[in-house]
């Protein structure tokens, strides 16, 4: 029903920025809730952020919570996560998931309905 695609990755030195968009595609869905998360490689996958439909609701791990934001434009069905002061340690495959129903899991827990392919973020010392 949804299809996930991720974008906007690439290799950036230390202290750069990128801008991540997921964009939702599909008929007949609505997105209650989208994450991000992250892995690298011979590392678990990790939580990074997650937004509500309204916007208004944000979760960011601490890791990432002083420079990353996550923010939505329903009318063009993408999520993006901004990502600020980049360090080595941000160097991940970063996929972005969906839920499509209300669900009483945290927005952390690995529980969406649909995933993206990922885009690689890489990040030099």
């Known amino acids: 029903q949804v299809q996930l695609v991720e974008s906007g990755g690439g290799l950036v030195q230390a202290g750069g920025s990128l801008r991540l968009s997921c964009a939702a595609s599909?008929?007949?869905?609505?997105?209650?809730?989208t994450a991000w998360f992250r892995q690298a490689p011979g590392k678990e996958r990790e939580f990074v952020a997650a937004i509500t439909r309204s916007g208004v609701t944000t979760t960011l791990a601490d890791s990432v919570k002083d420079r990353f934001t996550i923010s939505r434009d329903n009318a063009k069905n993408t999520v993006y996560l901004q990502m600020n002061n980049l360090k080595p340690e941000d160097t991940a495959v970063y996929c972005c998931a969906a839920r499509t129903s209300f669900r009483l899991e945290s927005p952390k827990s690995v529980v969406y309905d649909y995933w993206g392919q990922g885009t690689q973020v890489t990040v030099s010392s």
């Open positions: 599909g008929r007949g869905f609505s997105i209650y809730t």
